[in-house]
């Protein structure tokens, strides 16, 4: 109960202090539980994702996930997904440049939501999104993208799932990504932080949503166990205690402004983006085509740094963004350290191409 309080008091926007709240087990299993909830609610069936998304991998949520390496050889998976293009404003689906697109990427959305034509049988149950893009390459789409999506989601009874399992609990400088837009979803996916190491996820939804299921239609054997949840509330206060929100938005202003000062001398930073201490460093073999650079570079500079003791991943479409999460507690000190093996790196890899 107390868990399911204290989110209820965090969460974001018109949600704050007036919630319903479905623990679950993992990011997959809460996805699952949005969709399931969503299409309860409307008592529709079909959902729309975006290109370069990722939702979890367990079956009901696999189809979401747009990275072929996690599908090839499992279809049939559920039916009824419809893909729109994210706000890749570095990779413009519809090649155009921000701010003079008019937002078509949303106008695409949309489109698919209103007009006759597009596939989908009816108007969607959800629209599910990411705020800040994990996977696809840590994309932190332009305000007008994200207002209008909801907007559209509002104005048509769809149901509007905010995914932060990647983006929430302080990341990026908020407690959800979705505040820096001072938006409320319908329904916010949650895991990773809420538990730390420990297997703990939520759903945190409006009650008009969560109050049309039916009694005990939602029962998970260890969702909401004792210990789960004390580690989520011990978590949380950790993270009220020492700010770590406001820790996350100052250091990462302060390491994204070195980075992109490395960029612009950089003949292979395509572009540096992100929001706090989740940050993205597009890498590319020419920065006028933009060409991704290969996947074997990608995984030498992973190497590289490792080798200097900076232990680090890579996503986005290609394999192509080299990506800095670290613990929302590490110094300055640690990030100089970071920035001083990724600059060696970086200016090596350009000396061998």
């Not at 989740?278 to 080798?307: F, Y």
């Amino acid at each position: 109960v107390k868990l399911v309080e204290t989110l209820s008091e965090i969460a974001p926007g018109e949600m704050k202090g007036s919630v319903r709240v479905a623990l679950a087990m993992s990011g997959s299993d809460a996805a699952e539980m949005c969709l399931k909830f969503a299409k309860w609610y409307t008592k529709r069936a079909e959902v729309i994702a975006f290109q370069g998304g990722y939702h979890g991998i367990t079956t009901g949520v696999l189809m979401l996930t747009t990275n072929p390496a996690y599908k090839r050889g499992l279809p049939p998976l559920v039916p009824g997904i419809y893909f729109a293009p994210y706000a890749y404003c570095y990779r413009c689906a519809f090649g155009k440049k921000y701010p003079d697109c008019d937002i078509e990427c949303a106008r695409y959305v949309e489109r698919l939501i209103t007009q006759p034509g597009t596939g989908l049988i009816d108007k969607p149950a959800a629209v599910i999104m990411e705020p800040v893009q994990g996977e696809g390459g840590y994309i932190v789409p332009p305000k007008e993208f994200v207002e209008w999506v909801v907007k559209v989601c509002k104005e048509n009874e769809v149901v509007f799932i905010d995914d932060e399992v990647q983006s929430g609990f302080c990341r990026t400088g908020k407690w959800f990504a979705i505040e820096h837009w001072g938006l409320t979803p319908d329904l916010l996916n949650l895991g990773k932080a809420l538990g730390g190491d420990f297997p703990m996820a939520a759903v945190v939804g409006r009650k008009r949503i969560l109050d049309e299921l039916p009694r005990a239609s939602q029962p998970v054997t260890f969702a909401g166990n004792a210990l789960g949840c004390a580690v989520a509330l011990k978590n949380i206060e950790l993270m009220r205690k020492y700010r770590l929100d406001e820790r996350a938005n100052r250091l990462g202003g302060y390491f994204i402004k070195m980075l992109r000062e490395l960029e612009a001398e950089s003949k292979i930073i395509g572009e540096v983006r992100g929001l706090g201490l989740m940050i993205g460093v597009e890498i590319v073999k020419d920065k006028a085509s933009k060409t991704p650079m290969p996947l074997e570079n990608m995984i030498w500079l992973v190497h590289q740094m490792r080798n200097r003791g900076v232990l680090a991943l890579i996503c986005g479409h290609w394999g192509q963004v080299f990506r800095f999460m670290p613990p929302l507690v590490i110094t300055k000190e640690h990030l100089d350290k970071a920035y001083e093996a990724f600059s060696q790196v970086v200016k090596e890899l350009e000396r061998r191409l």
